[in-house]
């Protein structure tokens, strides 16, 4: 395209000019093997990485569209150097195959000699390796699928494995789709999984990731062992099995902090995977406790550092799991591409919403001024306590009634990060709030409570980010986040993008004290939205929104 959005760098960094006609089109086909660095208001940066591209291939996508891509939108001629750095890296996977030989011995085979060679010979990929055959291709020992393909990664040549899973017990399991059918888009994505048997997922909130996972479940039809972050997801996921599957209540089974039930389809939470007794992991038999043919892990991308340990364990089992994004603040992607797998399926926010499947949402940054006094705290706190003291500014309780009032009779959750903030705003506003320290029967009493209208406003700490099924909120106010977490970002917006039976458009705000670390992480979390094609409007706390 002569004069396109992009112009591509030498250092395979990728602008893209905002108001270009083409910009949304440029910025979908970008996010396949892309990720965004920065994103102020005129121009975009987005940088070609390795593990991106990895993604890319791993879901089908050769390099040839790749630079088709960029050489499309581009508005100036893309490097040599580029393209042929994508070619190269995109070459690198598959050249390493885990297999496995007809007595079941796992082998790394390669069509390259000298690449094999090379791997051997690294210091901590040489003790995973038994033997070499005279066909050349090493034997690994049975223990170190996953290990191996840890050092492999990092060694920059991804291992395509092809070794196959247990089958696990079988059990049957069939979808209920009397009243409903999984989307075309859903379909794709439990039939990208059944292809390959591990992967990634990934799907906006409110896109029916759960559905997915209950169609991957009757694909394969095994014990299945669904791993959530909290109880009250544990609860929701139960509920939707039960009412889009053929199980029945005794064959699911809860195995939280609360309750310790192993049944076919066990639902168990990160929290008692890795909590410890006498330093050692209190629970790790739930991961032997069946025959498992199934691991799904959902939220994939709060997965905690431990159960990357244990998933390494786990290669034989298939093994699925599913996120609205790949991105970490730990920076452990590459444990999720080989431990978990490569992402097999992605579909665009903006996409699923222009099919009417998610709520239109618009995002707004709510700008507050902080008065003198606190402008003087502010300037003497150490760095440690000056995000705190920006986050919970008092103006923000002012600006937040005043947009409740804006949206009188919507539903609206107010969230934060700081439990006498929210403790102040339930006060202030006469609303309930939920924390972690809220029993979990109180905490489904009062989300049920809010989506049958009888309460329209909730106040509720982090334990609202993840999974929490709340069609009818329409308006979200941040008031406080952790950090520049563009995680939480993405969990927050996606309470609102449930269709909703009134039909508004939901509206997403973000209150930030001017000028301060609190306006600099603000603009590090909508990195991820911006990625996905929502734009923030800035506005004024003293002038109200349109």
């Not at 940066?45 to 050489?71: D, F, K, P, Q």
């Not at 393909?149 to 017990?169: M, N, R, S």
Request: hydrophobic letters at 40%; charged letters at 25%; glycine letters at 6%.
């Amino acid at each position: 395209m002569p004069d396109g959005p992009l112009i591509v760098q030498s250092d395979r960094t990728v602008l893209l000019e905002v108001a270009h006609p083409a910009a949304d089109a440029a910025r979908h086909a970008l996010a396949v093997f892309a990720e965004l660095e920065r994103a102020p208001e005129h121009v975009h940066t987005y940088r070609i990485t390795r593990l991106g591209l990895w993604n890319a291939r791993a879901a089908g996508h050769t390099a040839a569209e790749i630079n088709a891509t960029l050489t499309e939108y581009s508005k100036f001629a893309v490097p040599a150097s580029v393209s042929a750095e994508i070619d190269e890296t995109i070459g690198r996977y598959g050249k390493l195959v885990i297999e496995r030989d007809d007595e079941g011995t796992l082998l790394l085979r390669s069509t390259d000699a000298a690449v094999l060679t090379q791997v051997m010979r690294a210091k901590k990929v040489a003790p995973l390796l038994i033997e070499r055959r005279d066909d050349g291709s090493q034997v690994i020992e049975p223990w170190a699928r996953g290990q191996l393909k840890q050092e492999l990664i990092k060694l920059g040549w991804p291992a395509d494995d092809l070794a196959g899973f247990t089958p696990g017990t079988p059990h049957q399991i069939d979808l209920d789709e009397r009243d409903w059918h999984l989307r075309d888009y859903q379909q794709q994505a439990v039939d990208h999984f059944a292809e390959h048997g591990s992967g990634v997922v990934m799907l906006p909130c409110g896109a029916g990731k759960t559905l997915v996972g209950a169609g991957a479940m009757a694909a394969v039809k095994t014990n299945t062992l669904i791993l959530v972050t909290n109880t009250v997801s544990a609860r929701q996921w139960r509920d939707e099995l039960l009412k889009r599957t053929s199980l029945t209540e005794d064959e699911i089974g809860e195995y939280s902090g609360l309750v310790k039930e192993v049944k076919p389809v066990t639902i168990a939470t990160y929290q008692i995977l890795t909590s410890k007794r006498k330093g050692s992991y209190a629970h790790l038999e739930l991961l032997d406790a069946l025959d498992w043919g199934l691991v799904v892990y959902d939220e994939v991308h709060l997965l905690p550092a431990p159960v990357f340990k244990l998933t390494a364990d786990l290669q034989a089992r298939r093994r699925l799991g599913l996120t609205a994004t790949l991105v970490r603040e730990d920076g452990r992607e590459s444990d999720v591409f080989s431990l978990i797998g490569p992402k097999r399926f992605d579909a665009p926010w903006k996409e699923i919403e222009a099919q009417g499947y998610i709520s239109p949402a618009e995002c707004f940054e709510v700008r507050v001024d902080l008065p003198f006094e606190e402008r003087m705290e502010y300037a003497a706190a150490g760095d440690d306590e000056r995000y705190r003291l920006a986050a919970t500014a008092p103006a923000k309780l002012d600006a937040t009634r005043r947009l409740i009032e804006q949206h009188k009779g919507e539903r609206i959750l107010v969230i934060g990060q700081y439990l006498d903030q929210l403790e102040a705003l339930s006060q202030e506003l006469g609303a309930p709030s939920i924390t972690g320290a809220t029993p979990v029967p109180e905490r489904e009493r009062l989300f049920q409570a809010f989506r049958d209208g009888e309460e329209k406003i909730l106040v509720v700490s982090k334990v609202a980010n993840f999974s929490i099924d709340l069609p009818e909120a329409s308006v979200a106010i941040q008031v406080s986040g952790s950090f520049g977490s563009r995680q939480e970002e993405a969990q927050r917006l996606g309470r609102l993008l449930r269709p909703k039976q009134s039909g508004l458009t939901a509206s997403f705000y973000t209150l930030v004290a001017r000028d301060t670390v609190d306006q600099d992480f603000a603009q590090n979390r909508q990195r991820f939205l911006a990625e996905q094609g929502y734009s923030y409007s800035i506005l004024d706390a003293e002038v109200p929104a349109a």
